[in-house]
């Protein structure tokens, strides 16, 4: 677990947002929380809960799997919500030996718990031949292995309860999906699945393959919403494709989960690659781009007076925008960049006058506070 926390703590500090993708249940979440909330963890400022189904449709006619179906959950939901009002709510029921031929019915069927797939591990293990059982793990283990859930059931779960109203997104996994057979006896079905998630996930080796991936959904005119992830199953200093931290994906929104959705709608929030054009001129240009602002008291001053002081306010390298009412400093702060960046035009200055901020009743504001402006370079 160590190994694993230190390996987040380590990843570019690019990657501040991170999906935690559990099985079932949400114990890797959790333990991420636990880190975070005792101080560890502090490069990432987001982390979303994420779970993985095995659904009831098989991908591929050679090497049958199951396609994953993944539900992305809002922050602002408790584990414990969503345990007790979605997971313990999905119910499944197996017949594991003849239910006509045998008066010895062995069956099961329960709500999602540690303890009810245990209890299906070892009724599977127990219809199985004897000589066969070395082949098995543990009764939790088979259990889990063996569990898959009708995808329309989960949906209808999350979209009919009041508490994930706009709190859920659906994933599907590309390869498993690419896997699912396309003729004309399945053509439906597997445009449906794909066409009622929101997002597709891939993993892909460059941003080439990624666009070539793209390119073929586009071209089968189904859900072409595809997002390069991280399918962390190696440590960021493996070599494999499928390694911590490599991904492709970057989105231009808020770090939050409403920032995550606005995609949805906002399709040219994604640039996937290397580093998207912007940052790049930025990075190559520290020089021309305004990273902070900040407004302190003149030390040494004793005055009461306040304004704008101990604030700091971060700057996007993008469009800025400044909304507020009037006298709330707008001028104040568009003036002080002027004037903080040596601006030829301070004599077209709206607030930063004899008038305004400078006039010397009751108090000249102007001598008692300053300002630094802090470039992208440092």
Known sequence: KETYIKDLENLPETVKVLGINDYQFLDGYKKVLEYKNSGRLKNIDLFLPILEFRIKKFGGHKEFKRINLHIIFSNELTVEIIQDQFLNTLTAEYNLSPEIQTDDLIRWSGAITRSSLEDLGRKIKATVPEDKIINFGSDLEEGFNNLNIDDTI???????????EGKFLIAIGKTEWDAFNWNDNSIAEKKHVINSAHFVFTASETPASFYNAKQKLIEQKVNNLLLDCSDSHYNSWSINKDRLGNCFTWIKADRTFEGLRQIIKEKDRVFVGDIPPHLERVQQNPTKYISNLDFNKVTGVTNSEIWFEDLSVPLNSSLVAIIGNKGQGKSAIADTIGLVGNSKSYLDFSFITKDKLKRKRPINLAEIFEATVTWESG
């Open 154 to 164: 989960i949906i209808e779960k999350l979209k009919k309860s009041s508490y994930f």
